[in-house]
């Protein structure tokens, strides 16, 4: 059970008792926000809910940024000793004020103090803001807290509003404890527009200002929000694949056909499909969400295709799927990085490599022809979510699959060797891709995204891992999804010294040719 400590200055307890049938909860005196942080807490997730009195003391003033400075600092001591993940509240108030020009500038101050708040994740490892003034919005101000148990007990939140903010804080962890879907599939008919094209035709589906138009159009702009965010949308529709190519190109809506990064249309069933385009994203099936209104289809992939997850839309009220498929924890991300926002683009570009590689004479030529080169840096804190998303998240070709907290990745840089490598080719810059992270001369974690495999990449890594590092042993952990590297070291330049029961192999360096010349390296800026 995982532990979560309170950091308040108010009464925060009957939040605690909202989730002590999920976390084992403990709390910190009230008002004790700097010796707290200033030094050791037990625990996995350190929640922090600020009363808004602690930014400043009715008009909000110059001090507020003053105090958001404060807690910035704080917040980097206590990140260099402990591990906790840390849930800040951001703030709600309820401004009085003679004329709505006041309540107008009031506000413009609180969304300002808030974006400070939220500007914190970018210096602070392992920190994600609480939406208390979002969910104030939705629920109403009055309705989340009670000003006089505020001011009487320093107990501000109801019983509703307490309840409110456990799911909100519930709802955080999940976002940190799931692993992020890859690829969202959809089908066409009655979930990306409401009809069918092959029956009402191009003009006849309705995605617009109407309803039920509205509801596609909204939700065609919440997947290309997924999109840009990193989450790959692919499409599969049994459907004439020219009137899907003719409603794309004349009908004005949020997603356009080149959004999809595979669209599969035809009248095959769609679990073949969908295990299709797992094979050319070289993606497994668990890092699917399959998304369409009919039930046959859902229980046909559900069957053929158990790891893939499904989720039904609702024709009957389309616009209770924004909500539903927004809030799913596996879908919502973090952090989003560069490489997140580029994905569809890299794998649009991995697709054209395939291409060359069927017409190349062999796969040397192949390598040589894409003119490869890798750029690496060493305990590069500017990259510290890609690195840690990477560690999280990447199976196949990793040789430990040990997983690590942004926190604990930082800690790393501090003292070991945490390697990072970019690949780009002629055919686009496929981003960080590649980290290796060496312990007292052991290597500790070697992995690289599967995009980038049978090229001589993980060759040329090693190279630079063993110039710069003083490497003497390294380690294979098996797991389900990593027997393609169970012998890689082998050909690497270690020699197998043990192995143990479970299938782990301890290797000792002793030497190794260099790599193919023809992929370049340089060191990267920092």
Known sequence: MKKIHFLSNMIVQPVGRQLRKKYRCSYADLDAVVPTLSGTVEADYLVILLDPRFFYDGDIDGKAMERVAMLEGLLQTFRGKNRARILLGNVDDDFFAPDTAGRTRSFAKLLELNEALEALKGSISDLEILDLFALAHRMGHRRLYNEK???????????????AVAELIDEAIRRFESKRKKVIVLDGDNTLWGGIVGEDGVEGVACDENYPGIAYKRFQQLLLTLKESGL?????????????AELFEKRRMPLKLEDFVVAKINWQPKSQNIAEIAGELNLGLESFLFVDDNPFELEEVARALPAVETFRFDKEEPLKNLEALASRPNLQAIRVTEEDRRKSEQYA??????????????MESFIKS????????????????????????????????????????????????????????DLGDMGIVGVVI?????????LLSCRVLGRGIEDRIMDIVLKEAEVESAEYIPSPKNMQVADLYETLGFELS??????????????????????TIQKGET
């Open 349 to 362: 570009s991995e697709r054209a490599r395939g291409e060359i590689l069927k017409t190349a004479p062999d």
């Open 232 to 244: 790959l949308l692919a499409m599969v529709s049994k459907n004439n694949e020219a009137d899907v």
């Open 370 to 425: 894409l003119h490869i080169k890798i750029t690496w840096w060493r305990n590069n804190l500017r990259q510290l979510d890609r690195i840690t998303q990477l560690i999280n998240k990447t199976n196949q070709f990793n040789l430990t699959t040990r997983r690590y907290t942004q926190a604990e990745v930082e800690a790393m840089m501090r003292k070991d060797h945490v390697f990072s490598f970019k690949v780009e080719d």
């Open 149 to 163: 148990n505020r001011h009487l007990f320093q107990s501000p939140l109801t019983l509703e509003g307490a309840q």
């Open 438 to 446: 060496v312990k007292g001369g052991h290597i500790d974690t070697f």
């Open 498 to 519: 043990e192995t143990s029961e479970n299938g782990t192999k301890l290797y000792r360096y002793r030497g190794k040719e260099p790599g193919r010349a023809y992929i």
